[in-house]
Nanobody
Framework: QVQLVESGGGMVQAGDSLRLSCAASGPTFSVYAVGWFRQAPGKEREFVAAISISGGNTAYADSVKGRFTISRDNAKNTVYLQMNTLKPEDTAVYYC????????????????????WGQGTQVTVSS
């Protein structure tokens, strides 16, 4: 079983940057694909970014493409989400999620494809 803990959220102004971290505990994190999702008040949880088990493949929602970067350090059991040029519409609770996979390049995009979830970290961007 993998346990995920997000950190790095906070309150910033539009145009600022934040780096979220998702620290995993449990065996063999390097065989888990990871995704970041976010949920704003009154809205459904939405896909933000995903990374394959090797880190060689990544994907982003159109709304964050060019501003956010997902990466992972399997030696540290940690996945990061670097968020630049933040906008007020990025305000949400950000969650990381993980699932085991046998496919090194596979990415997962929907909430129901993930098995393990963190508790979330709040990001608030003021204009």
């Amino acid at each position: 079983q993998v346990q995920l803990v997000e950190s790095g959220g906070g309150m910033v102004q539009a145009g600022d940057s934040l780096r979220l971290s998702c620290a995993a505990s449990g065996p063999t994190f390097s065989v888990y694909a990871v995704g970041w999702f976010r949920q704003a008040p009154g809205k459904e949880r939405e896909f933000v970014a995903a990374i394959s088990i090797s880190g060689g493949n990544t994907a982003y929602a159109d709304s964050v493409k060019g501003r956010f970067t997902i990466s992972r350090d399997n030696a540290k059991n940690t996945v990061y989400l670097q968020m630049n040029t933040l906008k007020p519409e990025d305000t949400a609770v950000y969650y990381c999620a993980a699932r085991g996979t046998l496919y090194s390049g596979r990415l997962y995009y929907s909430t129901n494809e993930y098995v393990y979830w963190g508790q979330g970290t709040q990001v608030t961007v003021s204009s």
